[in-house]
T-cell receptor, first 110, second 111 residues
Framework: GQSLEQPSEVTAVEGAIVQINCTYQ??????LSWYQQHDGGAPTFLSY????GLEETGRFSSFLSRSDSYGYLLLQELQMKDSASYFC???????????FGAGTRLFVKA | DAGVTQSPTHLIKTRGQQVTLRCSPK?????VSWYQQALGQGPQFIFQ???????QRGNFPDRFSGHQFPNYSSELNVNALLLGDSALYLC??????????FGQGTRLTVV
């Protein structure tokens, strides 16, 4: 079957760095995306990796290793507003279908 | 520039009824995907529409059907509603593979 595994919950303090891991098992894998969703809100796009390596976008970075079927999202200089759910999502070739993980709930403490 | 808009925002239906949800994609986007999100879970892919055709479908029964219009807007129809269909239904539009823009969703409650 097709699935993505990510931790259900992570807690970190303001100003710290946190890494959210994601392992995937999908057919026709093309790329890995990350989305943020606040309670009651819509998912918003954060980052995308189609090639191995690190992609940096401000305080957020994402990494992909295709040979390990593994990726992670790195959040630096955590802020209280970063408290949200984070989803990894695998898209197939052509981007016709995207499978989401169950999400990681991040709690940022003062 | 309006983002993805969905209507209605909330809906209550009775078991066995039919429902139609609507989505207008972000300006310039030609691809629309629909997702079902249960509370505390990730979005589950229902199907994707491109050029008025269903391009790919997830593991949902035939009770779930859709349509895309020439202006790229889309509808999701669910027949013979079950209690388990209660969820947040999200529409996402995209122009390129890697980034999808989501609407605020329609909260469907089946009683």
């Amino acid at each position: 079957g097709q699935s993505l595994e990510q931790p259900s919950e992570v807690t970190a303090v303001e100003g710290a760095i946190v890494q959210i891991n994601c392992t995937y098992q999908t057919s026709g894998f093309y790329g890995l995306s990350w989305y943020q969703q606040h309670d009651g809100g819509a998912p918003t796009f954060l980052s995308y990796n189609a090639l191995d390596g690190l992609e940096e976008t401000g305080r957020f970075s994402s990494f992909l290793s295709r040979s390990d079927s593994y990726g992670y999202l790195l959040l630096q200089e955590l802020q209280m507003k970063d408290s949200a759910s984070y989803f990894c999502a695998a898209s197939n070739t052509g981007g016709f279908k995207t499978i989401f993980g169950a999400g990681t709930r991040l709690f940022v403490k003062a | 520039d309006a983002g993805v808009t969905q209507s209605p925002t909330h809906l209550i239906k009775t078991r066995g009824q039919q429902v139609t949800l609507r989505c207008s994609p972000k300006s310039g986007h030609d691809t629309v995907s629909w997702y079902q999100q249960a509370l505390g879970q990730g979005p589950q892919f229902i199907f994707q529409y491109y050029e008025e055709e269903e391009r790919q479908r997830g593991n949902f029964p035939d009770r779930f059907s859709g349509h895309q219009f020439p202006n790229y807007s889309s509808e999701l129809n669910v027949n013979a509603l079950l209690l388990g269909d209660s969820a947040l239904y999200l529409c996402a539009s995209s122009l390129v593979t890697e980034e999808a823009f989501f609407g605020q969703g329609t909260r469907l409650t089946v009683v």
